[in-house]
């Protein structure tokens, strides 16, 4: 027998699910007033779509499905936009500013990198939630876009150069950037170098 | 200066490093990968490197899974919540 579809209740959506979608779209959209209108879009294209929920995933994963879709409309329009001009013309150049920082002259890491504790082991695994969302918040807006397409939206490199119109070596490129920035941030608020 | 193992070059951190972030990304070619597993068995620091990616992405993962996002941050204010409901209960009404 097939399992029991959960009921068509959008309110109940906006009170399980809005302030997790409202953090999701705002971590990528950083306005507050645009994640709250995608949150709403969400629903209600939410609400127009669900005979097609099929109850394979949860309400919640479905509702995320939608809602990283309005934030690529968003992002789209946004690009045609004068003021949001978020790419870097020369990933590359950038990177190598970061670089001269990161390792010696040899290409060894000036300081090595340290062993993070586990946050799932962890004990303060708040601490971990803490440090974590605010180097994601962060991010400088050229790298964090690339970083959000493919780590938050689970987009392929080549679906991210095409949404992008990048190449594919300026992706990687800026993925590493975006890692390394992250990772530096993630060094002193939560690894070794972690001052509370 | 450039370590070489039996003659081989052996890249350095800063290649090591670029090329375990792109391991994330696309498939490294053979030579990558031989290079950047010699490299990674006599670097620690690259080693935690690699490791830290790891966590990296799996913290982003978990964010998208919504463990990790329920933390302190504001959520959506009382006035908002209250005008997306009244959006919901119109666009309701007009569909029944």
Redesign the interface.
Known sequence: MSKELPRCD??AW?TDH???L???A??QLRDEAAA?DA??ET??AA??AWERFSGQSTV?TWL?GILKHKILDLFRKRAKEPQYTPLIDNPEAELSRL?QA??DT????AH?????N??EASLDQ?R???A??YC?EHLAPSQARVFHL???D?LS?EDICKELKIT?TN??VM??RA??G??QC?EHRWGDGHSI | MAIRFKGIRLITCQEASRLASQAQDRPLTLKERIGLRLHLLICVGCQGFTRQLKQIRQACQRVTNSEGINVETEGLSTTAKARILQEITVKQGNKS
């Open positions: 959008p309110a906006l809005g302030d997790y409202y953090r999701f705002l971590l709250e949150v709403q629903l209600l609400l127009g919640r995320t670089e990161l390792f040899t290409g060894h890491w090595k990198p340290s062993a993070w586990d946050p708040q971990f939630w803490t974590f969302l994601l493919r780590e938050l689970g490199t594919s992706c990687w993925l590493y890692r390394l992250l990772q993630l």
